[in-house]
T-cell receptor, first 114, second 113 residues
Framework: KAGVTQTPRYLIKTRGQQVTLSCSPI?????VSWYQQTPGQGLQFLFE???????NKGNFPGRFSGRQFSNSRSEMNVSTLELGDSALYLC?????????????FGNGTRLTVT | KNQVEQSPQSLIILEGKNCTLQCNYTVSPFSNLRWYKQDTGRGPVSLTI?????NTKSNGRYTATLDADTKQSSLHITASQLSDSASYICVVSVQSGGFKTIFGAGTRLFVKA
């Protein structure tokens, strides 16, 4: 069974631009959650989608948004990029809602904002 | 305030030795506690997940313990291998008016030959 796939693997953007990251969950998994990882803040929860509905949201500004499609694939969008948005963005999938099942992480998208 | 604190911040051990990583939390109401291993440049991989009623869980050479009364967990690694060099992250989940996930900062483990 293929694991969680995140694309692209690396991305370099300029301040003020926007970016879209993609996540394909493990086949059959209906929950997708997104996380930001930085050396200073560690892992922080962004949001979770289950069956195309956002179920939970972390404490991030509205510039961070996401969506989930009917095939469970998910995208995350960050608008008006800031230098502080440079981070590893991780996506995780699980068969059920995050609260009740282990997470299977992808290897992330490394975003650099210059 | 919901917090998860891990210690030590980093640890160096010799191959073949055992080690124990600590996780203290002030999360309430507690839902579950998970330990993840993250290799450099990779996503975290689940090691164990424990609910309130479980006080120990093993996964090969990894054994996690949970004391819900003192709000402490530990991850014990037996007979360490070079491949155990990684960050180990403790994650606690809260179920209160919605679900929240709180991550510890991690312990960076270096296993030397």
């Amino acid at each position: 069974k293929a694991g969680v796939t995140q694309t692209p693997r690396y991305l370099i953007k300029t301040r003020g631009q926007q970016v879209t990251l993609s996540c394909s969950p493990i086949s059959g998994h209906r929950s997708v959650s997104w996380y930001q990882q930085t050396p200073g803040q560690g892992l922080q929860f962004l949001f979770e989608y289950f069956s195309e509905t956002q179920r939970n949201k972390g404490n991030f500004p509205g510039r961070f948004s996401g969506r989930q499609f009917s095939n469970s694939r998910s995208e995350m969008n960050v608008s008006t990029l800031e230098l502080g948005d440079s981070a590893l963005y991780l996506c995780a999938s699980s068969p059920r809602e995050v609260s009740n099942s282990p997470l299977h992480f992808g290897n992330g998208t490394r975003l650099t904002v210059t | 305030k919901n917090q998860v604190e891990q210690s030590p911040q980093s640890l160096i051990i010799l191959e073949g030795k055992n080690c124990t990583l600590q996780c203290n939390y002030t999360v309430s109401p507690f839902s579950n506690l998970r330990w993840y291993k993250q290799d450099t440049g990779r996503g975290p991989v689940s090691l164990t997940i424990m609910t309130f009623s479980e006080n120990t869980k093993s996964n090969g050479r990894y054994t996690a313990t949970l004391d819900a009364d003192t709000k402490q967990s530990s991850l014990h690694i037996t007979a360490s291998q070079l491949s155990d060099s990684a960050s180990y992250i403790c994650v606690v989940s809260v179920q209160s008016g919605g679900f929240k996930t709180i991550f510890g900062a991690g312990t960076r483990l270096f296993v030397k030959a």
